[in-house]
């Protein structure tokens, strides 16, 4: 099994861009939506759960690591949209 090692966020403002070209792709798709905190963490949940069914099926030789990328890239958007949402000083 191969190890990844934190890189401390180095690249940040890559990881910025690549999280806002998310959340665009995601507007797109479903407009700007309005759920309970339960939702927004089934959503979470739901990703959450593609994200490891890539990381074993790249685990297995049956995927790219991109898909992993991508997994990971919707997951962490949709917590970003909670913690924006649940922050007083982003409102």
């Avoid at 890189?7 to 309005?34: A, T, W």
């Avoid at 309970?36 to 994200?51: D, F, H, N, P, R």
Wanted: charged letters at 30%; a negative charge; hydrophobic letters at 40%.
């Amino acid at each position: 099994m191969k190890l990844y090692k934190d890189r401390c966020l180095d690249n940040m403002h890559l990881l910025s861009e690549l999280l806002e070209e998310e959340h665009r792709r995601q507007l797109k798709q479903f407009g700007v939506q309005e759920h309970s905190l339960y939702k927004w963490v089934t959503c979470i949940m739901e990703e959450l759960g593609e994200l490891s069914e890539a990381i074993l099926e790249n685990d297995c030789g049956a995927a790219p690591l991109t898909d992993v990328t991508r997994e990971a890239l919707e997951v962490a958007t949709l917590a970003l949209k909670v913690v924006e949402m649940t922050r007083e000083d982003c409102t």
